[in-house]
């Protein structure tokens, strides 16, 4: 068991530096084509911290997934979303 959670450590740490190599790749791409993006890993790293009993802020968890601020990485790199990236978000995300 001990291997299997190195494992997906490393695959996880792999994830994260091929998105940081992507940087050209935006979230809202991400969540119109898989429906999941970097603010969700940095989410779900604050709730599974959260089960194990252990505090992680939200600023804490996306500078580990952004490999800085979320607030830098948006200055730097996030693009305005298109209408249509939009309309394609909001048509996946309606409840």
């Known amino acids: ?4 959670i ?3 450590a490393a695959v996880f740490r792999r994830i994260l ?10 979230n809202i791409e991400l969540m119109n084509l898989a429906g999941f993006c970097r603010n969700c890993f940095s989410k779900w790293t ?3 911290a959260e089960k194990l009993g252990v505090e992680v802020d939200l600023a804490t ?6 490999g800085m601020s979320y607030q830098e990485w948006k200055e ?3 693009q305005p979303a298109t209408p249509e990236q ?4 909001n048509e ?3 409840k």
Request: proline share 0%; glycine share 0%.
């Open 17 to 26: 530096a091929h998105l940081d190599n992507r940087k050209d790749v935006q």
């Open 46 to 48: 604050v709730a599974e």
């Open 76 to 78: 730097n790199h996030q």
């Open 86 to 89: 939009l309309a394609k978000f």
């Open 61 to 66: 968890a996306q500078q580990q997934v952004y």
């Open 1 to 4: 068991m001990d291997k299997e």
């Open 92 to 94: 996946l995300n309606k």
């Open 6 to 8: 190195e494992i997906q």
